[in-house]
């Protein structure tokens, strides 16, 4: 599936947030969001799956107007990850299995029991389907919250910043796990992410929101010191450690 946004503005209370932000996204491909604090990340993933809904501009979906979707045909082609979610004591089977609400009428089919069964197994979570999510780590109740995504089968994955308040581990584990669902199939995915080193090593392209506008757009390898100062008011060093580029901080710009 292609995703085409074309000149999107949103504004809260007649602020503008976002300002002719476009953008295309093909199939197999990771795009990282990054900024500063109020920069639009999160607004802008809204955006994209109609939470928010667009003041000026389009999203497109194979040359389909998004607006033109009713919700359950967003949320079978949108998987959204929010920054907080709850899904109370209910078992990890039970919670990807939300997933498939947007494919249900009166009850979860057979098919869609096997889709969660297949998911679990995926993502190694066999021995974790009877318990209750809140007795998970916080590592594993993230991959059960990205799991009820997969459970969608959409053709996008909309993360919002989905390694916060997760320990260095549990953050590769993450977004490894989100490089090797994207990578192996025709979906994509939108990641918000704070640690630019996470998100070289891991997305595709990046895209740079300042003032609400697009400031960088490009693969990764394309990024430079001078970008990043302009964005975050940081001077830095780049570098490389095998193969993996990464950001050194040296001082406030």
């Not at 199939?27 to 993933?45: D, E, F, Q, R, Y």
């Not at 920054?83 to 939300?98: C, E, N, P, R, Y």
């Not at 993502?123 to 590592?139: D, I, K, M, W, Y």
């Not at 991959?143 to 590769?172: F, G, H, M, Y």
């Amino acid at each position: 599936m292609n995703l085409q946004v074309a000149g999107i503005d949103f504004s809260y209370n007649h602020i503008p947030i976002l300002k002719e932000v476009s953008f295309d996204l093909a199939p197999g491909k990771i795009l990282g969001i990054m900024g500063i604090n109020g920069a639009g990340k999160s607004t802008l993933l809204k955006c994209l799956n109609r939470i928010l809904k667009l003041q000026t501009g389009a999203v497109f979906v194979d040359e389909t107007d998004l607006r033109k979707m009713s919700g359950n045909e967003i949320a079978q082609r949108f998987g959204y990850v929010p920054q907080k979610h709850d899904v109370g004591s209910l078992t990890v089977f039970d919670a990807v299995l939300l997933g498939r609400k947007p494919y249900m009428k009166w009850s979860a089919s057979r098919h869609d029991l096997m889709i969660v069964a297949d998911v679990l197994k995926r993502l190694g979570f066999e021995h974790l389907a009877q318990r209750p999510v809140n007795r998970l780590s916080g590592g594993e109740y993230q991959k059960v919250i990205i799991a009820r995504a997969l459970a969608q089968e959409p053709d996008v994955l909309l993360l919002d910043e989905p390694t916060s308040n997760l320990d260095l581990k549990n953050q590769l584990q993450v977004m490894e796990l989100v490089q090797q669902v994207v990578h192996d199939s025709d979906m994509s995915a939108i990641v918000s992410l704070h640690d630019i080193n996470l998100a070289l090593r891991y997305v595709d392209d990046l895209l740079m929101l300042k003032d609400g506008v697009i400031h960088f757009l490009s693969p990764k390898k394309e990024v430079t010191a001078a970008v990043i100062e302009e964005i975050f008011g940081v001077r830095v060093m780049l570098g490389e450690i095998n193969s993996y580029q990464i950001i050194i901080p040296i001082n406030l710009k």
